[in-house]
């Protein structure tokens, strides 16, 4: 009976050491490196960070014969472009799916919640974070910029939670450039609800020189900083730091040649529908 006894308490002391927050969950997500940035130190765990959910959409797999029907020559519905509320809708996350995701962060105590045409977006503490999705959290540093990204190697979820999200961001996706702002908090216009050691996006280095006028510094003062609720980057904000005329006076003065096109690009960064409608409408 010894040895029955040796392999039952072998056991149980094996599944005891599974941390409490992984078990009865499955791997979501991993990556082992994260190109040209170092893991350094791990997120204080009062920090406070926004967190975005990404449901997975419906219909996916029949994009390709969806892209065909209206983009080949030989198509009778060749030409006929899909508004961008047909696209929304064919391939929308299924109601089921985000009411399971959102009955399972308020079960988690997650408050304040936003829902946005299939992504969930709270801010929460680095600690409440780490115990939902059974992960840790590590400042990743470029050594070239300085620049911080916060971000996990791993991440868990329940089993049926994780059959209806697409990715956490910041997770293995980090999160966008951050910070440490020596300049205490309290003097920036603190929020309440951040601790003194939170992590901030970088302020841009020609921002003094650029706020060279008292309507120009009241333009800039939350101009990409993420203090309140709403952190903005827009047109104006960017005319502003890097010295870019006025489009009117541009239109004016310099004619416009037709082969001039805009071009956008992100590299692992959340996509937010609200934002580009309210870059393009500002």
Not at 57 to 70: A, T
Not at 107 to 117: A, H, K, L, M, Q
Not at 206 to 221: C, D, G, H, W
Request: charged share 25%; net charge neutral.
């Amino acid at each position: 009976m010894k040895l029955p006894l040796l392999l039952l308490f072998a056991t149980s002391y094996t599944a005891s050491a599974v941390p409490r927050n992984v078990q009865h969950r499955v791997l979501h997500e991993r990556e082992l490196a994260h190109n040209g940035l170092r893991r350094t130190v791990r997120v204080d765990g009062d920090s406070i960070m926004p967190f975005r959910i990404a449901i997975k959409q419906n219909g996916l797999e029949h994009g390709y014969d969806y892209l065909l029907n209206i983009s080949h020559p030989r198509s009778p519905h060749y030409g006929k472009l899909w508004t961008p509320e047909r696209v929304r809708e064919v391939f929308a996350p299924s109601q089921s799916s985000i009411d399971s995701v959102r009955n399972w962060l308020l079960d988690s105590n997650v408050r304040d919640i936003t829902e946005e045409r299939g992504w969930f977006d709270f801010r929460t503490t680095i600690r409440h974070a780490e115990e939902l999705f059974g992960s840790e959290y590590y400042e990743h540093e470029d050594d070239r910029s300085g620049a911080v990204r916060v971000g996990c190697h791993h991440y868990h979820l329940p089993k049926h939670i994780s059959e209806q999200v697409d990715y956490i961001t910041p997770g293995v996706a980090l999160s966008a450039p951050l910070k440490k702002r020596s300049v205490p908090i309290a003097s920036i216009g603190r929020h309440p609800s951040l601790p003194s050691h939170a992590l901030y996006p970088p302020k841009m280095a020609n921002e003094s020189t650029s706020a060279s006028n008292a309507a120009a510094r009241k333009r800039l003062v939350h101009c990409g900083r993420n203090i309140t609720q709403e952190s903005t980057v827009t047109p104006e904000c960017i005319r502003e730091l890097y010295g870019i005329p006025d489009p009117e006076e541009v239109a004016a003065n310099y004619p416009s040649h037709p082969a001039n096109t805009v071009g956008l690009f992100g590299l692992r960064s959340a996509y937010s529908p609200t934002d580009l409608d309210r870059f393009f409408s500002d």
